[in-house]
């Protein structure tokens, strides 16, 4: 009877214990579109995070992949089903064109230590700027650098840079130039018309690397005066253990 007894408190133990889940981030929404802005306008934006486990939610850092962009937590620790806000403010002085950035948050979730969440807004210069030799496709990069955070050794991410045809002729993507192996591109379309958008996706492959890296990539255009225009991407590479 009390080898039972014992088996019944060790299994109710191992029960209890399996149905832990630890703490959990989540966020309301992973993406916002903040839409045309006027260059030189500042936007603010409020992300809802959420603690949706079940033991204490520790936010470890928040940071921005440009210097354009304030962020800031509302608190740094969640019990269970509490929630926070993270405040992006981002500065469009200096901007044009279509713009993407992402936010990395650090937490102790054991299952998805860093989320990214990401903004968009397209930058408007006045109309004395706009009207300027535009009578040729120009190309507009929504941004020109992309940190991916910190991975894991072996680990491939991607990110997709929006960019946009902001000039009066057809844009013609003729190459894009990789400066290592370790990245792999693909275009939405290699020709945009006036007006329109496409998409360039960087894949990033950390096989056989660690620490810091950075890479770019550059892309070829008939825009006569910028035809070369170079993106720079960053990651920081954990030995897998």
């Known amino acids: ?14 029960t209890i214990s399996a149905q832990k889940t630890g703490p959990k981030i989540v966020s309301a929404e992973m993406d916002y579109k903040f839409g045309d802005i006027k260059d030189g306008e500042i936007v603010t934006h409020n992300f809802k995070i959420f603690n949706k486990g079940d033991e204490l939610l520790k936010i470890i850092e928040v ?4 210097g354009c962009t304030a962020v800031s937590p509302e608190k740094n620790e969640l019990n269970p089903n ?40 397209n930058v408007i210069q006045e109309q004395k700027e706009t009207t300027q030799a535009v009578d040729r496709p120009i190309l507009k990069l929504g941004t020109t650098q992309h940190n991916f955070g910190t991975i894991k050794e ?8 929006p960019f946009q045809n902001a000039g009066k002729k057809d844009l013609v993507i003729s190459d894009i130039q990789e400066s290592c192996s ?8 290699k020709t945009i018309m006036p007006g329109k958008y496409g998409s360039l996706k960087i ?26 225009q170079t993106i720079t991407i960053f990651v920081n590479i954990e030995k897998k253990d």
């Open 1 to 14: 009877m009390k080898n039972l007894f014992l088996f019944l408190m060790l299994a109710t133990c191992i």
């Open 154 to 161: 072996g680990d491939v991410v991607e990110y997709s840079i």
């Open 182 to 189: 370790c990245t792999v591109t693909e275009l939405s379309s």
């Open 82 to 121: 509490e929630s926070t806000t993270i405040k992006v403010d981002f500065n469009s002085t200096g901007r044009s064109g279509l713009q993407s950035k992402t936010v990395y948050v650090t937490s102790n979730d054991p299952q998805n230590p860093q989320i990214r969440i990401t903004f968009s807004a």
């Open 203 to 228: 894949k990033f492959d950390s096989k056989d690397r660690t620490g810091k890296v950075s890479r770019t990539v550059t892309v070829v255009s008939n825009d006569t005066l910028n035809p070369k």
């Open 63 to 66: 940071k921005a992949s440009c």
